[in-house]
Structure formats: structure tokens, C-alpha cells
């Protein structure tokens, strides 16, 4: 099965550093990958969507300054979080598509990564 | 954009008995309605999903309706054990004829707790 996945599980920075988190597809090919942020206990925010070879797609609210996102290869993209703060401390959580020989396309997420920002 | 409500935030239900999660969404063009579900500190893991070809898929002990005139999908998972004991979530999105498929719209999420 396709398996996606995230690097570093849990990350402490100081602020105003910068943060990168990697997102990988381990066995496929990955042309679109989607970046989310929880909050504890709360719901999956879609922060943006990672192209492959093109710029990423920022959803409404979220500052494509600060939360840089990189699709250089098929199988990897990047979330840098640049100049953290406190604020940006939550759980980011990456997803690819994987269609599969059933091409049915399903979002396939990885196991996440904790930022805390001190 | 897509809405997606979703309801209880927490079940409690008996070990060995049923549990019900329902959720709403708002864009008429959203046509697949995956559920996942979360174990603390973990991704998000898919267990069931629904396309808006079909009104009900069903894989073992869990089950999904989809009523696309009422805009509302609901899962159900029978013969509950402690495993299940989870955050489940619904979400919404749409999948493209190119086969791809927009990110996902999620629902609040519901804490489902088995007690033993």
C-alpha cells in the first residue's frame, strides 16, 4: 500500500528560526501532495495544496511568506515555517494521492509533525 | 466553499454495541466522502470511503451511507471493541474526471470512546 512519509515527528525550535518539515512518498509517485495544520483536539486544516514543478496553492488566510512549501520531485515536498513563533506551534500533517492500480486515487496522510515553538 | 458538519464530538457507546456518526456538507458538487480515523499523535488513516455513484458501501464491521438529496453521509460501526476507540473523522471533496481529487474538507471530528 502507499505509504507517505513525514520528517521530523516532533521538532523544538526558539523563535524566530525557521523550520523545514519533509513529506514523502515512499512507493509512488506523488504529481500533488496537501498540507494540513490541527490544532489538539481539533479538526485538520487544509493550509495548502504542494504541486509538483509549480508553485503551491495557498488557501485563503495563510501566508505564503511565512509557510514556504516546495514540490521539487515527485516524491518529496516541503513545509518551511519561516521566522516561528509561538503561535505556530501545532501538529502539520502532510498528504499525497495515491491511485494505485484500482486508480481510485485516495489521499493517502503521514504521521505528522509536532513543531513547538518556544 | 465546502462546509462540513459533523456530529456528535464525543460518543460514548457500550463495548459490543453500535455507534452512529453523521455529518452534513454544503457544496452539491462534492462527490467523494472518505472517513478516517486518528489515534493521538498519529496521521489520520483511511478506513472507509464513498463515491456519489453508490448509497451505502459496507467493509466488515463498518459501514457508510450517503444521502446526496439531503447533502448527508454517516458511518456506522458495529459489534464496537476497544480498538475502535478513536477520533474519527468525515470529510468532503471533489474528484476530479481526471482522477485527482481536491484536498479534503474535514468534518470537527468525534472522539468515540468503547467502554469496556
Known amino acids: 500500500g502507499a505509504v507517505v512519509s513525514q520528517h521530523p515527528s516532533r521538532v523544538i525550535c526558539k523563535s524566530g528560526t525557521s523550520v523545514k518539515i519533509e513529506c514523502r512518498s515512499l512507493d509512488f509517485q506523488a504529481t500533488t501532495m496537501f498540507w494540513y495544520r490541527q490544532f489538539p483536539k481539533k479538526s485538520l486544516m487544509l493550509m495548502a495544496t504542494s504541486n509538483e514543478g509549480s508553485k503551491a496553492t495557498y488557501e485563503q488566510g495563510v501566508e505564503k511568506d511565512k509557510f514556504l512549501i516546495n514540490h521539487a520531485s515527485l516524491t518529496l515536498s516541503t513545509l518551511t515555517v519561516t521566522s516561528a513563533h509561538p503561535e505556530d506551534s501545532s501538529f502539520y500533517i502532510c498528504s499525497a494521492r495515491f491511485g494505485g492500480s484500482s486508480g481510485a486515487n485516495v489521499l493517502t496522510f503521514g504521521a505528522g509533525s509536532r513543531l513547538t515553538v518556544l | 466553499g465546502e462546509n462540513v458538519e459533523q456530529h456528535p464530538s464525543t460518543l460514548s457507546v457500550q463495548e459490543g454495541d453500535s455507534a452512529v456518526i453523521k455529518c452534513t456538507y454544503s457544496?452539491?458538487?462534492?462527490?467523494?466522502f472518505p472517513w478516517y480515523k486518528q489515534e493521538l499523535g498519529k496521521g489520520p488513516q483511511l478506513i472507509i470511503d464513498?463515491?456519489?455513484?453508490?448509497g451505502e458501501k459496507k467493509d466488515q464491521r463498518i459501514a457508510v451511507t450517503l444521502n446526496k438529496t439531503a447533502k448527508h453521509f454517516s458511518l456506522h460501526i458495529t459489534e464496537t471493541q476497544p480498538e475502535d476507540s478513536a477520533v474519527y473523522f468525515c470529510a468532503a471533496s471533489i474528484r476530479r474526471s481526471g482522477g485527482g481529487a481536491d484536498g479534503l474538507t474535514f468534518g470537527k471530528g468525534t472522539h468515540l470512546i468503547i467502554q469496556p
Open positions: 464513498i463515491r456519489s455513484n453508490v
Open positions: 457544496d452539491s458538487a462534492s462527490n467523494y
